[in-house]
């Protein structure tokens, strides 16, 4: 087990680069264990493609990617995932034909360091299948579910692999303010229940704000800001680039 | 999983019971045992396909290729190098394994798309064709090989031949079936769905893939050097594309990608096909499209889910279509392959 005091994740001088474009501008952050961090900036600041660099699916051009740790940097996102990193897309893809069972038993089977036997594996399914709230639909093909449903049974999948870094990518577009209360409800109960950290990527700047404890802001591919959600939301840097002065409009909006 | 292995191997086994049979009614034919064991040597080729096609997005159009691989190298090391016939088969089978393994890693770490790995295959298969054609002091070229006396004898022994590719068959179907018993069943089915979300999982989708490429390439390998074998003579035409992948794919798709018994029932089916059409002649080729285009119609997904869920409608308990009933369905399948 790691120290108490070693952050889960720490990215160090991240930088990524599609063709001319910098996605990716030296990126520092840590979070901590059991932490539930948000990760905020506007479309195109890049913090889909730092998850997807956290969790291997990218290569960074530059920086060190440490769990626990120990460097990850360049592993292929199978490695990443069994080394403890579930990573939720925000377009859930999953297998269609799937059922929801055998999708979550896919993630238990497959995605954590140790290798669970049967009875071990119907556990870790069904408590992943508990916490989403979706042990009634467990028979269903995937593919007729819809897409918060995909999104929760991605989590479920990410769950049963015993992540202790879990990466959340926008579980929450599209959703009234009821589901998005549950679905916050649901974080946290993630983070108490199982333990895991989890950086979490998200549009509803309501819900992030009032659920998370740090909030790291990202720009243009920099990180601009990080700290406690009202010290953040008052930083003239993230007013001017990211919140403007529709900095309500966009509260009341989202 | 947690199904018993007895149940697993039934449909393997009931399969082979069946067709161990076959030459208690044909044995006395050697025109109809022929025809016997090329179904044989199509649905080897056709498990083949299914893994590298149906379960790991592999469009594998070079399986004629590496079967030529298998036949000529065997033939040719007994013949110009004095190996024993089953070592040469053995290297034969081995160097289609490399091969195969070979393109699917190049494929998949260029990250090439099903289509771009057909394409890419295809060209494999002409450059294959070519080079057959033009070692001339190899290959003979167009003329092909004699290769009686330069194999096991199975040219000279039907009954003997039939039993070699059954055995073969069955072998490649048990290792179906463990494969998709035990856990990496459930890695690819994952990975033939979405890749990303496999990998997300924690699956070694390239490992996966490379794995079955070069497990199918090595049984393609070796029918294909039984074959040449078994046949008595070979040369570029009888391992072309027109005569091997073609009958492939659509013995697949007859019978049904991802089961078990599909490649086995397809192959059945296209080889009664084949001689159904033999009496017309000149009018072969447009009976054989028209009852092509009636079967795919009638049977898009292939002849063994059609049965199956056919099946399963009047037998309830065969109708979730889970992976852990998958072995009751495969059962239901194996009737029809019996009929």
Partial sequence: MSRPSEPVLRCRGITKRFGGVVALRDVTL??????????????????STLLNVVCGLSR???????????????????????RGVGRVLQIPRLFPSLTVEETVRVGALFGSPDSPGPAQTARRVDEALELVELRDRRTEPVGRLNTQEKR?????????????LLLVDELMSGLNPVEIQRCTALLRRVREERGAAILWVEHVMDAVLGTVERVVVLDHGAVIAQGPPAQVAKDPAVVEAYLGVDFHAAEVAG | MSVPWTRQAAPVVAVAAVLAAVPLGVGDSPYQMRIATLMLVLACYAVAFNLLFGHTNQLFLCVGALASLGGYLSVILVRDLKLASLAAVGLATVAAAATGGFLSYVSVRRGFGVLFVGIVTLAVSLIVHNLLLGLRDLTNGETGIVTRGLGMGLGDHPLKAYYVLLAVMVASLAAYRWLFGSRHGAALHALSEDEVSAELSGIDVTRYKVACAAGASALVGLVGALYADLNGFISPSVYAVGHVDIPVLVALLLGGMRTLLGPVVGAALFSLVDELVRPFGQLTVLAYGVLLVALFLLFRQGVVPVVQSALGRRVPALRAPSSRTAAKEEVAGGTEAGR
């Avoid at chain 1, 626990?68 to 995932?81: E, I, Q, Y």
């Avoid at chain 1, 929760?152 to 202790?164: E, I, Y």
């Fill in chain 1, 30 to 47: 840590e979070v901590e264990p059991k932490a539930l961090v948000g990760l905020i900036g506007p479309n195109g600041a890049g913090k």
């Fill in chain 1, 60 to 82: 960074p051009d530059s920086g060190t990617v440490e769990l626990d740790g120990r460097p990850v940097t360049g592993l292929p996102a199978h490695a990443v995932a069994r």
């Fill in chain 1, 152 to 164: 929760l049974v991605d989590l479920a999948r990410a769950l049963a692999g015993q992540p202790k």
